[in-house]
């Protein structure tokens, strides 16, 4: 290699090296708008209604909440409330008197001859069998319930296998699949209109339609 062509590599070497640093720094300014184009763009060459992948709760909330303030119809499903921060629910509890909201808490007073879904999570995470999880969502409940004193938001028992919590708003439905482990930074998928969203949806209807009032 002589002298020009050692020049020209090493030169064509730092310009590559700094268009990378440059990319890395645009994405990093504009990750989630160009993450969302992105993921939405293979979703429909994919023929499915995926908008989003968020990589934890936390980095989903903003969205979550965007979507709570814009939607007049809201549908929640959580489990045992620890999994995100209850500022989570601030949009939610501010306009409860405004819109239809509805909210599934796990079944914790077992019926008999009923099989415990809660006992049974609380032994898929770990936990040592003394009802620590339902006091978790009991506590939870309680909490939920007294920041929405004004009314607007109601409440009901599901009794069902947990599989995650479920947001279902006018125009986008976010999940964040429960898994055996403890609810940790799992990934939140965000949906638009299509066959998940109809799916989700129903499914939550389903769980309505047999839950019992909470008071």
């Known amino acids: 290699m002589n002298s020009t062509n050692a020049y020209d590599f090493v030169f064509n070497v730092i310009a590559s090296l700094i268009a990378a640093c440059l990319f890395a720094a645009a994405i990093q300014i504009f990750s989630t708008k160009w993450k969302r184009a992105a993921v ?74 009923s099989f415990d879904w809660v006992a049974a999570r609380e032994v898929e995470m770990g936990y040592s069998g003394s009802g620590q999880l339902s006091k978790e969502i009991q506590t939870f409940y309680e909490s939920f319930r007294s920041r929405s004193k004004i009314g607007g938001i109601t409440f009901r028992r599901y009794d069902a296998p947990y599989i995650g919590w479920i947001f279902v708003t006018d125009q986008s439905l976010f999940f964040a699949p429960a898994t055996a482990r403890q609810f940790k930074d799992t990934k939140v998928f965000e949906f638009g209109h299509g066959q998940v969203f109809d799916m989700f949806d129903r499914y939550f209807n389903l769980l309505w339609e047999d839950s019992r009032d909470s008071d």
């Open 40 to 113: 939405t763009t293979v979703g429909v060459l994919q023929g499915t209604d995926l908008r989003m992948v968020f990589e934890s709760p936390e980095e989903a909330k903003g969205s979550i909440q965007r979507a709570f303030k814009r939607s007049q119809n809201v549908s929640v499903l959580v489990g045992r409330g620890k999994e995100i921060h209850s500022d989570y629910y601030d949009s939610l509890i501010e306009r409860a008197a405004f819109i239809d909201s509805r909210v599934l808490f796990p079944e914790t007073e077992v019926a008999p001859r």
